[in-house]
């Protein structure tokens, strides 16, 4: 019954919380809150799979829309916390309500409770992937020299892009991903959303390690 919960996206995101655990001290500040993000995340699968296997639900869209509507906000604020976006937080609070309240109206009156936000996630997508765009291009056009490979944040809004602009893409798809699996019986969409998952929290991984070594010097 478990080989039908531990698949690839599953392994990566317990690998990258156990890894959390380890690096993510006191030392690192607010990079602690990534174990909370990380375990909610868990909990949303585990609770997933329970209702599809167990409780034999047709959908168990809930709780990864419930997850949803944490994350992005938690991304959001996170990298409002930083130096090149301290002066845009009055417009990053702005967009966090925009999109808490686009999520709430859609799971409560569109897209519903039992399935899966899409319009949400898009939403979503779109402004983690301008956000993280706007924050690279300041460290880049920055007069100071900053070690990219040695900095976390840097990794954190790489792996948050691509995984970002990859899933947006991939839900705006969807239906022709959807037909191709029916003719050819190759499920591309989930292999790209599993490449998806492992950029992302390989760059999370990356990024716990090179935080806790700028703590550490």
Known sequence: MLTNYFNITVIAEWGTFVL?????DRKTGIWRFFILLLFANLC???????????????????????????????????????NSLQKLRPILIFVTCLFVSFGVVNLLSFQGFWYYNSFTETLGDLILSVICCYFIYSILSQQEYT?????EYFWLATGILFSSLGSALLYQFS???????????????TYINYGLNLILYSSLIVAFVCRWKSTRS
């Open 44 to 82: 949303a699968e585990t609770t997933g799979w329970f209702m599809r296997t167990k409780l034999h639900y047709t959908s168990n869209a809930l709780p990864f829309n419930v997850l949803t509507l944490l994350a992005t906000p938690f991304f959001i604020w996170f990298f409002s916390k930083t």
């Open 175 to 189: 239906y022709a991903l959807r037909e191709f699996y029916l003719h050819s019986k190759i499920d591309v969409g």
């Open 20 to 24: 959390a655990l380890l690096f993510l």
């Open 147 to 151: 070690n990219l490979l040695a900095s």
